[in-house]
Structures are given as C-alpha cells and as structure tokens.
C-alpha cells in the first residue's frame, strides 16, 4: 500500500512564497504528481516528477527527493486565484495505471 | 476537443434506487478513471481501465460497477444506492504511460450526487 502525508490546510500573503510538503511512503516509486483543485471545479494537472531535484514551471515548482519519500510544491508571487487545494499523488508499485491521491492541502491567499 | 465530459452535472436519488453516470472522452485515451471525492476530503478511486474491455477495481469499489466497451465512453453504475455514496464523482482520463503526455491525468467537470 502507500500512505501520503500533507498539511490540511495553509494561509500565506499575496505577492508571498509558499511551500506545501508531502511526504509519501510506497514500496517502489512511479513519480509524483501534483494537482490544483479550487473550489467546486476538478483537479489540473501541475507537475509529475519522476527524477530528484527541483523542476520549474513559471510561479510554480515542484521538488522531489526519492531517498527521503519527500516532495514540496512551491508557490512564487502568490496571487490570490492560487486559493485552491493542491493534491499529492503517488502510483503504488505495480500499479503505475492507478493514480492515487492524497487528501490535499487547502492554501487560502490572504491580502 | 471537448476532453472528458461528464453527465449529468447533478442528480439526487432515492435510497435503493440505481442509475448510470455517464463519462466520455475524446482524446483516444487507453486509460480511464471514476474517483469519488466526499467534502473537504481527498480523491478515492473507484474503478479504473486500461483499455476497452479491461476494467480493475480501485481503492473504494464496493456499490458500484463499471464497464467499458468502447475506448471513448466508460459509464458508472450505481446499484442500491445508499447515503453513503452522496459525494462528487470524477472521471479522469489518460494517455498511456511512457507515450508523450502520459503524465497527465485529464479531468471531467464531476457529478455532483445526492441520495436521500
């Protein structure tokens, strides 16, 4: 089985960073993948890592260390439409086709 | 492309009775996802597939059935409904790991279903 990790919830300032963890435990490893869901609407895709190290894509970057079992998504010049849930999500061993994810973290932008 | 569709938006139903959520997708996508999500809470995978006429349970499976005989279309059965089932369902759809944009999960809008 796999078990993730996340903080429920968050508050950071416009214009500010912020960092959301995720920790996971799985026997094997098929990457990690983070997700944006605000409110009322489905999840979209952030980023997949599959490799160590930090991969950046415009505000958003996403970090992985596979030793460790630890991931973070980092949120640059926040804007207040980042307000949403942002969920980890790690295949089991064996099960690339199945993605599970974890129960999110609700980042609330504050002015 | 209209990407994953869902129907219908919403929908309440009478405890015990059965009815068919609907999902298409029109991206040629091998693998097809239902996921349930309760308030506040996570995404739970119901059922997923591979390919058409292939389906595999997932993590929440128990009330519900799923088929899938056609590459675009994978419908959502719910017999006997019970209050516990009251929640939004996700369809997600993807292409084949290791093609290109195998990574991406696409997500329908959800259903959003009550049963009183």
New interface residues.
């Given amino acids: 089985g796999q078990n993730i990790d996340q903080p429920t919830e968050m508050t950071a300032t416009e214009g500010a960073i912020v960092q959301i963890n995720c920790t996971y435990q799985t026997s094997g490893f098929n990457?990690l993948?983070w997700?944006q869901q605000h409110a009322g609407?489905?999840?979209?895709?952030l980023s997949?890592n599959v490799l160590d190290g930090l991969e950046e894509k415009g505000r958003f970057s996403s970090f992985l260390s596979r030793s460790k079992g630890y991931s973070y998504l980092l949120l640059k010049e926040l804007q207040m439409k980042d307000s949403a849930s942002y969920?980890c999500a790690v295949p089991p061993s064996g099960g690339?086709?199945?993605?599970?994810?974890?129960?999110?973290t609700k980042l609330q932008v504050i002015p | 492309n209209a990407g994953v569709t869902q129907t219908p938006k919403f929908h309440i139903l009478k405890i015990g009775q059965s009815m068919t959520l609907q999902c298409t997708q029109d991206m040629n996508h091998n693998?097809m996802?239902w996921?349930r999500q309760d308030p506040g809470?996570?995404?739970?995978?119901i059922y997923?597939s591979?390919g058409a006429g292939i389906t595999d349970k997932?993590?929440v499976p128990n009330g519900y059935n799923v088929s899938r005989s056609t590459t675009e279309d994978f419908p959502l059965r719910l017999e006997l409904a019970a209050p516990s089932q009251t929640s939004v369902y996700?369809c997600a759809s993807r292409t084949s790991?290791g093609l290109a944009g195998g990574?991406?999960?696409?997500?329908?809008?959800?259903t959003r279903l009550t049963v009183l």
């Fill in positions: 990457g993948f997700y609407e489905a999840p979209t895709f997949y969920l690339y086709q199945k993605v599970t994810f974890g129960t999110g | 693998y996802y996921y809470m996570g995404l739970k995978l997923y591979v997932g993590e996700f790991p990574d991406t999960q696409y997500f329908g809008p959800g």
